[in-house]
């Protein structure tokens, strides 16, 4: 590292801006591991949009990447800022989108009545609420067209819960709390050294 970098990168140091978000990171962990806990997927995928939809409309980590790259001289490692990239890309895929899942606007509580699932095994696209409403008549329209197992059929609640919100579920908490503890792995072993 040159002099001059190596100046820069003591007054300038990224490790502060990483430090500004820790909080924001344990909390969002601990928001992700409740979320994939609950039980009731629709009820899960409404508080996945509760908790990430103000985020996006704050930009997410943006502004912190941005600033970490431009100062970062080695303190914040390659997997630190690819952490940060891959959770950029979460928050706008779970976020707010006028013909998506989320149709509220920057700013707008999420709600069960702004949250639109269905378009999957000829359902119709309703709200997240109207769906939760016509929980037990669902379970009980059997779809032997979509089974596996004729002797077990899935049903009209599988095709929304399971199979459409269970699976964004899965796949946006796992994706976002594997690059969170990276980030706060980082943040303990920065922390051990002071």
Request: aromatic share 10%.
């Amino acid at each position: 590292m040159k002099i001059k970098q190596r100046i820069k990168a003591f007054y300038s140091s990224p490790q502060k801006d990483m430090d500004a978000i820790y909080k924001q990171v344990v909390g969002l962990i601990r928001e992700m591991k409740r979320i994939q806990q609950m039980s009731n997927k629709i009820e899960a995928i409404v508080r996945l949009f509760q908790v990430i939809s103000p985020i996006q409309d704050e930009g997410g980590f943006k502004t912190t990447l941005e600033q970490i790259k431009s100062k970062n001289y080695g303190q914040i490692s390659p997997i630190g800022i690819k952490a940060l990239e891959t959770l950029q890309k979460y928050f706008e895929s779970a976020g707010r989108c006028e013909f998506g899942i989320n149709r509220t606007r920057r700013g707008q509580p999420v709600t069960a009545d702004d949250i639109w699932l269905g378009d999957v095994f000829g359902l119709w696209t309703k709200t997240a609420a109207y769906w939760l409403s016509r929980e037990e008549y669902l379970k009980k329209e059997s779809r032997p067209d979509i089974s596996r197992d004729p002797s077990d059929p899935a049903t009209n609640w599988y095709c929304i819960h399971d199979y459409q919100a269970g699976s964004f579920v899965k796949r946006h908490t796992v994706g976002i709390l594997e690059n969170l503890q990276v980030l706060e792995s980082m943040a303990s072993r920065v922390a051990k050294l002071k």
